[in-house]
């Protein structure tokens, strides 16, 4: 994910080794963010939890975007990008350490508290060094380092995915056969050492993050500080309240809708694929399948924009296209129905880089506040994938009252919850054709 931004400082000519310090900075919380699809069924069956309560992992990532966007600008204020990179890699180290004594217990809410607190510290990550890999160059050429960034992002996530996977769900299938025919200190037990699989990656994580946090403090970037933006914006509009501008409040609708739906896409896969009966040997794949569909379309659009088509446009086609893939889904059955979840990632793709202009065109001295409200945006992933599992739950619940088999109903309830994105992608739609220019007509 990445914040575009209008200042002057924009003329910076940007060097090969800041950006690729940055460009890591999106893979490690790529890497860190899209191992959810994993945890999400893991959890599910060490805690033993209902659909929406196994997605309160992808809340407790998302909703450190709320709590933690105000305080993370004012703390890029008092120490700038360099240490506030810093700081949000050492936090997200702590998180990481959480894990190993929440395993020990097997307490959920433990569990919660490490994610929330590496959400903090990527939201601090995130508020640095997103307006800062757009300021290390021309404006004009922003949007091709975003789009790399994203792809970084995203290959990283199809990694984490992948490595996160194959460790934590490795055996859950034999375990849940098991569960139901053991006797309750068999069960505690197997589940204790399902539990103590996530301690080496985990440690392995902290060490990596406490590492890089170190190595930031000692690298080569530019010191381009956020007092510098704000400057660089005043004047620029006449407007004297972050109120007066709709098409701003709409955009961060516009984006709480899409976070909610980009995670549903990645984090909501895996368990759909048990649901529908595939191994999870199998199913820990689909989540990649998501994040690379996002990695070819970031690329193209990468070409596209703006030589070819709009940000609006290309807005406008990746909202039509999610409520097209969404009829697909609950209308399909099967692996097929699985593709059509992977294939969100399309839609997705260019909504997150074409809203950000959109949004901030014509903020002015006002861009940094609307930036921030932006990042809190981000807690659409929080909200929206609960609301899925809330559906999935009822729905689940009323087909085995109507006799269904407890595995059919598991099925085609979590088909069903994929109806909740419709309204998503229809407001996304209504941003993109005229949302977008509220208040801003002449």
Sequence with gaps: ????????????????????????LFFIFGFVTWINGALI????????????????????????????????????AKIGYKKGMSLGLFIMGFGALIFIPAAEARTYWMFLTGIFIQGAGMTLLQTASNPYITILGPIESAAKRISIMGIC??????????????????????IQEKLGKVSVEEKKNLLNNMADSVVVPYISMAVVLFVLGLLILKAPLPNVEAASIEEAEEGKTAKTSIFQFPHLWLGVLTLFMYVGVEVIAGDTIIAYGIALGFPAADAKFFTTF???????????????????ITQALALRVSAVLGIILSFCIVFSTGFTSVLFVAALGIANALVWPAVWPLTLNGLGKFTKTGAALLVMAISGG?????????FVDGAKADLIAQGISEVNASAAAATKGYWILLPCYAFILYYAVSGHKAGLRS
């Design 153 to 174: 992002n995203k290959i990283a996530g199809a990694l984490g995915s992948l490595i996160f996977g194959s460790i934590l769900l490795s055996g859950i299938d034999e």
């Design 41 to 76: 069924p893991f959890m599910k069956t060490i805690n033993e939890l209902t659909a929406a309560q196994s997605l309160l992992v992808a809340s407790a990532s998302y909703i450190s975007f709320v709590v933690m966007a105000l305080p993370a600008s004012y703390i890029l």
């Design 1 to 24: 994910m990445a914040v575009t931004n209008t200042t002057k400082t924009s003329q910076t000519k940007p060097t090969l080794i800041p950006i690729l310090i940055i460009a890591s």
């Design 382 to 390: 929080a909200v929206i994938p609960p609301l899925y599992g809330k």
């Design 290 to 308: 998501t994040l690379l569909a996002m990695v070819v379309t970031y690329a193209l659009g990468a070409f596209l924009i703006p030589r070819y």
